[in-house]
C-alpha cells in the first residue's frame, strides 16, 4: 500500500508493527474473542510490550503474510505472549484488463 511506503520505497518503519497488529486481532478473533466479545464483557486486550527486528525490507506491492503463534497463556492473571514468526513478501502480479 502506498501510504505504508517511506522515503526509501519500503514499508516505513511503523507499518510493520500495525500489520502485526492486524495479524493479532485476527488470531484472536479466529479464537473467538471478537472486537464484539471484548465490548460485551467490558474488556479489551493491552499491549504491554512490543518489539520488532527488521529482517529484510518489504517493497511496494508486495504480499506480506504474518504467521502468529500464541506462545505463552497465563490462567491466574490472563496475560499471553504472542510471537510473529516472520514476513513473508513476494511479489504481487497484477492484470489490468
Given at each position: 500500500m502506498w501510504?505504508?511506503?517511506?522515503?526509501n520505497r519500503h514499508m516505513r518503519h511503523s507499518a510493520y508493527a500495525d500489520i502485526c497488529a492486524q495479524a493479532r486481532s485476527?488470531?484472536?478473533?479466529?479464537?473467538?474473542?471478537?472486537?464484539?466479545?471484548?465490548?460485551q464483557f467490558q474488556i479489551g486486550p493491552i499491549l504491554f510490550?512490543?518489539?520488532?527486528?527488521?529482517?529484510k525490507e518489504v517493497?511496494?506491492?508486495?504480499?506480506v503474510q504474518?504467521?502468529?503463534?500464541?506462545t505463552k497463556y497465563n490462567k491466574i492473571n490472563s496475560r499471553f505472549s504472542f510471537?510473529?514468526?516472520r514476513f513473508?513478501?513476494?511479489?504481487?502480479?497484477y492484470v489490468v484488463q
Open positions: 501510504a505504508q511506503i517511506d522515503a485476527n488470531m484472536l478473533n479466529k479464537m473467538g474473542f471478537s472486537l464484539d466479545k471484548f465490548a510490550r512490543e518489539e520488532l527486528i527488521y529482517a517493497h511496494l506491492d508486495e504480499y504474518v504467521k502468529v503463534e500464541l510471537l510473529f514468526i513473508i513478501a513476494r511479489m504481487a502480479h
